[in-house]
């Protein structure tokens, strides 16, 4: 068989000729949204006030504190401010610098 329909790519195009033009004005979505939720970040220095030394910092405490919306996403500690108590994370993920600065005053971090 030979011709337009025998060959690759032949007789392509959209068959819905009434709504080409509206589908292709639709604008189309870019990019990629990821079904994994990011953790909350909360700023060290926030915490300055809200605590006392020995304390244990937990999700919860940072929901009633209201640094975060709710305790269903993890939460992370990141840097920002200046921080010169001893505190217990616990359930915290932190970044480097957060968590040089926590064992610094002689706190810990907890693995949950």
Avoid at 16 to 36: C, D, E, R
Wanted: hydrophobic residues 35%; contains cysteine.
């Amino acid at each position: 068989m030979k011709g337009q329909r025998a060959r690759s790519g032949g007789r392509s195009g959209l068959l819905l000729k009434g709504l080409k033009a509206n589908i292709q004005n639709i604008p189309k979505i870019k990019g990629f949204t990821s079904l994994q939720e990011k953790p909350w970040s909360v700023r060290i220095g926030h915490l300055e006030a809200l605590v006392h030394d020995g304390a244990q910092v937990t999700p919860r405490f940072l929901n009633k504190c209201g640094l975060t919306q709710h305790t269903r996403r993890a939460v992370k500690l990141v840097a920002g401010g200046t921080f010169t108590k001893k505190i217990t994370l616990q359930g915290i993920a932190v970044t480097k610098s957060v968590k040089e600065l926590i064992e610094k005053n002689g706190g810990s971090i907890a693995s949950k």
